[in-house]
C-alpha cells in the first residue's frame, strides 16, 4: 500500500495539514522546498492532488504559512473542520478587473493620442502595477535566488517588454497570464471536488442512546459500542451493526450499488449510507477516523500523491525544459543582432515571447488534473484505485485471471438437486431427517442444506439426532427415530457400505458433478434413499463481464480454482472465460500468474484480497473484490471494487484507457503548440500576446480535456 508520506524520514512527529491556495503544481513544489528549509522541520511532502503537506517536525502553522506567503497559502491541521469562506467576487477577481479597465484606457488612449502618448503608457503601466503585483513580488525574489521558475520567466518577459517600449503587450501578458493562473486553479478544485464531495457524504453528528437517554452527539465524541438510533430517511453517521430493525440501505456513495441493500440483525452498516425505510438501531463499531468512508477518503487521497509514470515523465522533463528555454530565449535575442545586423529591439522582443511561450504551465498541469479527475470519478462509482500508477497499468491490461469462489461465483453453496431413489417415499419428511443430521454438521454445504429447508418450510429441530459421528472425508451418519442414516460422498456408499449403485444411479451422479455440482447421497444400511446436489452459484454478472473484457480487447481470461476438473469446466465454460485451471493450490495460482506475466505483460488477479495473497502481489495489477468494511482489501489491493460487483471492472478499464488516452493527448498538445509558437520566431512572426495566447490556451484546453474524465460513467 502507498503511504504519502512514503520516504519521509521518521525521527520527529508526523503532522498532517490541509492547504488552501495552491494555484500550480509548480507553486506546490517551492513550497514543499521552502518548508524543508524550516528549523525543526526533518522531511516534507506536498500532495499537490490533494492540497495536503505532510511534515516530519513540529513547525507552527505561522511558520508554514510564511513558507508559503508567496501564494499566500493558508493551513488548517487535517482533522479540525475548515470553514469555507467565499470570498466577495471583488475581492477575488478585483484586480483582474482593474487591470483590464486600464488597458482598456490604455487603447483608447493610444487612438485619441497615438501609441507614444504619456496617457497610454500611463494607463498600462498601472495596469502593470496593479495585475502584476503579486507576479513582480515572487519573481523578483526568484530572480535573487537564482531560481527559474513560471513566475520568473514572465517577469522577466514584462521587464524586457517595458524597457523595449512594448508597454501594450507587457500589460496583456499581465492579466492573461493571471486568467490562466485562475482557470488552472478553478481546473484543480473542480477534480478535487470529487473527493470533497465523499467528505460530506457521513452526517457530522448522530442521535445515540446511552444509559436510557437519547441525545444528538458529535462524530468525534461517538465511542464504539454506543447504540446509534437512524430514523427513515436519515443518513448513517458511523459504521456499526444492526442490532435492532430492519430497512433498506442505498450504499450507493460507498459501493456504487445503486440499487438499496436490505439489512437486518448482525448486518454490517457504514457510515454516509442513507436510511430509506424503518427505523434501525445500530451498535457503533469503529471510531469516525476508522470508518469505511474515512478510510476510502484517505486513500484516494494518497493515491493522488503517487505520480503516474507519464507524471514522473513530465517532472523530470521540466527540470530541464525551463533552464533550456532560458537559453533558447538569450541565443534568440542575441544572435541575429550579433552575427547578422538585424534590430536589436526586434530579437530581443522575440526573445522576450520564447521565454513566455516556455512557460511550462500546461505541460505541468497536464497529468496531475487526469490523475485526480480518473481516481475521484472512480470513487464516487464504487472503485477505489490506490495511485496514477494503477490507473494507467489498468488501461494496459493484456490478461486477467480470476479466482472462482467469491468472484466469478457468489461463494455461498445452494442445494440445487434433490431426487428421490424410491419415488414412495416423503420427500419433506426425508429431507427434514437430513436437516437435523446436517444440523449438527460443521460441514460447509450443511448451511446450504439449512437455507433449504427454511425456504421450504420444512421443520427438523424437533427430530433428535442419536449417536451422531463424522466419517472423515466420506461424510456423517447417525440414528433418527431408530433409522440409522448415512450422508456422504458416492464414495462413502461404493466403499464403506453393502449397498450398491446401479448403472443409471451412477450415470445420474456423474451428470451432476460434470455440471460443476458437488453430490451427496442419502442411505441406510440397506437401501439408498435420495440424491442431493449442492453447488456455488455463479454471479448473474460473471458472464456479461467476461463477455465485456473480450469485447475490450483483453487477450486471455482465465480461472483458477481449487476444485476439481468437472466444476473448473462447467462454472468457465459457463461464464465464457477463455480458460481454466484446477486442483490448484495458492503457489500454483502464483506461478500461473507468473506465467501469463511472461507471456502477456500486463496481467490483473481479482480476488477476495485476503486469500491467494501471493497471487494478487504477483500480478501487475491487484483487485480485490468487496472492498466496503474489508480491511485487509482496502490495504492491500492495488484496486478494490467496493461493491462487490464484477460489473465494475469493464467500467475501471474503460475510465483508465480514457485517462491514458486523455494524458497522452494532454502532453503531446502541450508540448506541440509551444513547439508551433516557436517556430514563428524563424520569420519574426511570434508576438507577445501569441506567445502568452499559446500558453494560456493550452493550460486551458488541457485542463479541460482532463475535466472530461469526471463524465465517464458506469455502465
Not at 490533494?50 to 482533522?79: D, M, R, W, Y
Not at 478535487?192 to 441525545?215: F, V
Not at 542575441?334 to 522575440?350: C, G, M, R
Request: proline share 3%; hydrophobic share 45%; glycine share 8%.
Amino acid at each position: 500500500m502507498f503511504v504519502a508520506a512514503e520516504g519521509l524520514e521518521q525521527i520527529g512527529e508526523k503532522n498532517v495539514y490541509r492547504v488552501q491556495g495552491f494555484t500550480c503544481a509548480g507553486c506546490a513544489g517551492k513550497f514543499e522546498r521552502n518548508v524543508k528549509e524550516l528549523n525543526g522541520v526533518q522531511d516534507a511532502k506536498v500532495n499537490f492532488g490533494a492540497a495536503k503537506l505532510t511534515v516530519v517536525g513540529n513547525p507552527s502553522i505561522k511558520e508554514l504559512e510564511k513558507a508559503g506567503a508567496f501564494e499566500n497559502l493558508k493551513l488548517t491541521p487535517e482533522k479540525e473542520k475548515i470553514q469555507a469562506v467565499k470570498e466577495p467576487f471583488m475581492k477575488k477577481y478585483g484586480t483582474l478587473i482593474t487591470s483590464g479597465l486600464f488597458i482598456a484606457i490604455g487603447y483608447f488612449s493610444m487612438m485619441m493620442y497615438g501609441e507614444e502618448s504619456i496617457q497610454s503608457i500611463l494607463a498600462f503601466l498601472v495596469a502593470i502595477i496593479i495585475g502584476g503585483y503579486s507576479l513582480f513580488v515572487v519573481g523578483f525574489k526568484n530572480l535573487i535566488r537564482f531560481e527559474f521558475d513560471m513566475k520568473t520567466l514572465m517577469t522577466i518577459a514584462i521587464i524586457g517588454a517595458a524597457i523595449i517600449g512594448e508597454w501594450s503587450e507587457g500589460a496583456i501578458v499581465v492579466i492573461l497570464f493571471a486568467i490562466s493562473e485562475a482557470l488552472e486553479s478553478y481546473s484543480m478544485d473542480k477534480a478535487r471536488q470529487s473527493i470533497r464531495s465523499l467528505m460530506n457524504i457521513a452526517p457530522k453528528e448522530a442521535l445515540i442512546r446511552r444509559n436510557g437517554t437519547e441525545s444528538m452527539i458529535s462524530v468525534e465524541d461517538i465511542q464504539v459500542g454506543d447504540i446509534m438510533l437512524v430514523k427513515p430517511g436519515q443518513k448513517i453517521a458511523m459504521d456499526g451493526m444492526v442490532v435492532k430493525g430492519n430497512s433498506s440501505i442505498n450504499q450507493a456513495a460507498i459501493t456504487g450499488e445503486s440499487v438499496p441493500v436490505e439489512k437486518g440483525i448482525d448486518d454490517e452498516v457504514f457510515a454516509g449510507t442513507l436510511n430509506t425505510e424503518g427505523l434501525l438501531e445500530v451498535k457503533v463499531t469503529k471510531h469516525v477516523d476508522d470508518t469505511t468512508i474515512a478510510k476510502i477518503i484517505h486513500l484516494v487521497e494518497e493515491a493522488q500523491a503517487e505520480r503516474a509514470p507519464s507524471q514522473a515523465f513530465v517532472d523530470k522533463f521540466a527540470k530541464w525544459y525551463t533552464p533550456a528555454i532560458m537559453v533558447v530565449a538569450f541565443l534568440v535575442a542575441v544572435l541575429p543582432p550579433l552575427f547578422f545586423e538585424a534590430s536589436w529591439d526586434t530579437w530581443i522582443y522575440q526573445g522576450l515571447a520564447v521565454l513566455v511561450v516556455g512557460c511550462p504551465c500546461a505541460l505541468v498541469i497536464s497529468t496531475p488534473v487526469s490523475i485526480v479527475t480518473a481516481i475521484g470519478n472512480a470513487a464516487k462509482n464504487g472503485v477505489l484505485i490506490k495511485g496514477g500508477i494503477y490507473l494507467e497499468e489498468m488501461g494496459e491490461l493484456k490478461a486477467i485471471a480470476f479466482d472462482k469462489t467469491g468472484t466469478l461465483t457468489k461463494g455461498i453453496p445452494v442445494v440445487t438437486d434433490f431426487e428421490m431413489v424410491n419415488l414412495n417415499g416423503n420427500e419433506n419428511e426425508l429431507f427434514s431427517i437430513i436437516t437435523a443430521l446436517e444440523y449438527g454438521s460443521q460441514h460447509p454445504l450443511a448451511s446450504a442444506i439449512m437455507k433449504k429447508a427454511e425456504d421450504k418450510g420444512i421443520a427438523y429441530k424437533h427430530l433428535q439426532v442419536e449417536n451422531f459421528s463424522s466419517i472423515t472425508g466420506k461424510g456423517i451418519e447417525g440414528i433418527v427415530d431408530g433409522d440409522h442414516y448415512f450422508i456422504g460422498s458416492p464414495k462413502l456408499f461404493e466403499e464403506k457400505l453393502p449397498v450398491h449403485m446401479n448403472s443409471e444411479m451412477k450415470d445420474r451422479i456423474l451428470s451432476l458433478q460434470n455440471q460443476g455440482k458437488t453430490v451427496m447421497v442419502i442411505g441406510t444400511n440397506e437401501t439408498l434413499l435420495a440424491i442431493l446436489a449442492v453447488a456455488d452459484q455463479v454471479r448473474e454478472s460473471s458472464k456479461y463481464v467476461v463477455k465485456r473484457l473480450h469485447d475490450l480487447g483483453i487477450k486471455k481470461t482465465i480461472m483458477l480454482t481449487g476444485d476439481n476438473n468437472g466444476t473448473a469446466r462447467a462454472i468457465g465454460n459457463e461464464v465464457g472465460v477463455s480458460d481454466f485451471q484446477a486442483e490448484l493450490h495458492p503457489q500454483d495460482k502464483l506461478n500461473t500468474v507468473k506465467k501469463l506475466r511472461d507471456e502477456y505483460g500486463q496481467v490483473a488477479m481479482v480476488g477476495d484480497g485476503i486469500n491467494d495473497a501471493p497471487a494478487l502481489a504477483s500480478a501487475t495489477v491487484g483487485i480485490a473484490m468487496g472492498g466496503a468494511g474489508t480491511d485487509t482489501a482496502l490495504e492491500t489491493a492495488d484496486v478494490a471494487l467496493m461493491g462487490d460487483d464484477l460489473k465494475k471492472l469493464p467500467f475501471t478499464i474503460e475510465l483508465s484507457r480514457k485517462a491514458l488516452t486523455i494524458i497522452k493527448q494532454n502532453i503531446t498538445f502541450a508540448l506541440g503548440i509551444k513547439l508551433l509558437a516557436l517556430l514563428l520566431v524563424i520569420p519574426g512572426w511570434l508576438t507577445l500576446w501569441i506567445a502568452i495566447f499559446a500558453d494560456m490556451g493550452a493550460t486551458l484546453i488541457v485542463t479541460l480535456n482532463g475535466l472530461r474524465l469526471l463524465r465517464v460513467k458506469d455502465k
